[in-house]
Structures are given as structure tokens and as C-alpha cells.
């Protein structure tokens, strides 16, 4: 799975914002290329409007694709599966970087 890249061309950090929502977790250990699946999942799950934005952002279209039809509905619960399911067909949403 490939990262997105910011506009200087490096692995986005996540904002200290996010901590909440990696309450198990020290944020600063997390690293976007190590632990991507993990951080990505999280955010799907339990993200707001600030992680949405985020991951519109600095995530592409086909790894949040790729992420759920690997996972399928085992990972997340229905509503979010649905929602993310809907988001990553609505191509002009991406086009937000």
C-alpha cells in the first residue's frame, strides 16, 4: 500500500488532535509508514470530521478501497464500513488534496 505524500514530499504526521481517537497508543511512536494499516483501520473506525478531512488529504482513493475489501466488514462496524464504502466511491471527494 502506497502512502500519499504531502507537498513536500514527505510521510504526513498525524496531529496531536488524534490522540483520542489512539487512546491505547503513544502518538508519537505511531509513524504513518510503519504502522499505516493500523493508524488507517483507527481512523475509519472511530475518526470525525477531522479524520475524514485528514484522510482525504493525505490517504489515496485506492489504499482506503484496497483496505476494505482486504478487510471487509470484520473489521469495522456496519455503519462505518457502509459510510467508507460510499466515500471511496464518490471520486470528486479525492480530488480535495
Known amino acids: 500500500m502506497k502512502l500519499g505524500k504531502t507537498k513536500k514530499n514527505l510521510i504526513p504526521r498525524l496531529p496531536k488532535s488524534f490522540a483520542g481517537y489512539f487512546w491505547d497508543c503513544d502518538l ?3 509513524d504513518l509508514k510503519t504502522y499505516h ?7 475509519l473506525e472511530f475518526g470525525g470530521l477531522d479524520a475524514l478531512v ?3 488529504k493525505n490517504i489515496s482513493q485506492k489504499d482506503v478501497t484496497q ?19 460510499h466515500v471511496t466511491a ?3 471527494v479525492w480530488k480535495i488534496r
Open 54 to 56: 485528514w484522510i482525504l
Open 28 to 30: 508519537k511512536s505511531l
Open 67 to 85: 483496505l476494505l475489501r482486504s478487510k471487509k466488514t470484520h473489521a469495522f462496524d456496519r455503519r462505518s464500513y457502509l459510510f467508507w464504502t
Open 90 to 92: 464518490m471520486k470528486d
Open 37 to 43: 494499516r493500523f493508524i488507517i483501520e483507527r481512523l
